[in-house]
């Protein structure tokens, strides 16, 4: 009985609303300005949201019958796409940087003071794996067979240009690479562990409880699930110490993007990481934005490492109950009733 209410989902794919159609005109734009000394601040355009899309949300949601064991929930997770399509339905108003910024929370004090330690420890260079690049067909040719291993047929990977490395859509079963990158074999290995033994296996794990919500994710259950990620890659030994910085980096980027427009803040993070780097990190936290020269950003990047550090301190039975489904850690005290 809950079908519609994700049909729709899938059909408004919101993941569009933070993807721009033109991100590798404005790349381009964007490295041509800095080799000739100019400041360029890269303007994006993005497929048109509307509040019209609200209704059907509504409409569906106000006629899908709803367990009152698991209503709550559902409540929770309806509020929270709401919020995401009035936010983006009001992407020309001038408040719309703040509005973007307030999706996904600042990183606390906490989280930066532990990514900051993190950044001051040593990096490590591992030349061999970094000079052996492998394309995105060789990619799709690793992973495939990794998904029929695990009797995840119903998966299929695709490559399309987006604004992360490689990312899996719940709501259409895909495991996506993105076609501008590279990976060397090392990071395979993380990616592996982290999209599909984790992102993937939680999915298929919530296919076998009684509510769709445990596929798809509860609300605000990113955190957990981002944090739960790296600690699967770190126990797995996947996770290194330079991962670790990557992820730590992302911290400071969010915390950057509060105040900072793109140009500014690509030229902070080059600081720490490489020009092409330092331009996928970037594009990732001011993804949203149509002019990037606006302060504020798309701040869901910090939750990988504070997900991560709230991961390690639950107990081991508690990390085992997160694996039944996309649950966060708050639900842990409601999932003994499903």
Not at 82 to 101: E, G, N, V, Y
């Amino acid at each position: 009985m809950e079908n519609k209410y994700w049909e729709i989902l899938k059909e408004l794919n919101l993941f569009s609303d933070v993807t721009p159609i033109n991100s590798n005109e404005e790349k381009f734009s964007f490295f041509k300005s800095l080799t000739e000394g100019k400041k360029y601040e890269p303007q994006f355009v993005y497929d048109k949201r509307d509040l019209s899309d609200l209704e059907k949300l509504k409409s569906a949601f106000e006629f899908t019958p709803i367990d009152p064991a698991i209503k709550g929930s559902y409540f929770h997770h309806f509020n929270e796409q709401c919020q995401w399509i009035r936010t983006f339905a009001m992407r020309k108003d001038p408040s719309f940087h703040l509005m973007l910024s307030n999706l996904y929370p600042a990183p606390t004090n906490e989280t930066v003071n532990e990514a900051l330690n993190i950044l001051k420890s040593e990096k490590v260079i591992y030349p061999n794996d970094e000079n052996e690049k492998l394309s995105f067909m060789e990619v799709k040719n690793i992973l495939e067979p990794e998904l029929l291993k695990l009797g995840f047929t119903n998966w299929k990977v695709i490559i399309k240009p987006i604004t992360a490395k490689m990312m899996v859509s719940s709501l259409k079963n895909e495991l996506i690479i993105n076609e501008n990158a590279s990976f060397s074999r090392l990071e395979i290995e993380r990616l592996k562990v982290h999209e599909i033994h984790t992102h993937i296996q939680r999915f298929e794990n919530g296919k076998l409880q009684k509510y769709k919500i445990f596929q798809y994710g509860f609300s605000n259950y990113l955190e957990t699930e981002e944090g739960l990620a790296l600690y699967n890659e770190e126990i797995n030994g996947v996770l290194s110490q330079d991962d670790m910085r990557k992820y730590a980096l992302r911290v400071i980027a969010c915390q950057w993007a509060v105040s900072k427009g793109f140009y500014e803040l690509f030229n902070l993070l080059n600081n720490y990481i490489s020009v092409d780097d330092s331009w996928n990190l970037t594009l990732r936290v001011k993804r949203g934005l149509e002019d990037t020269s606006q302060v504020g950003g798309f701040l869901k990047d910090s939750l990988y490492l504070s997900g991560y550090m709230k991961v390690k301190n639950l107990k081991q039975s508690a990390i085992d109950n997160l694996w039944i489904g996309k649950v966060g850690i708050k639900e842990l005290e409601i999932i003994n009733h499903f």
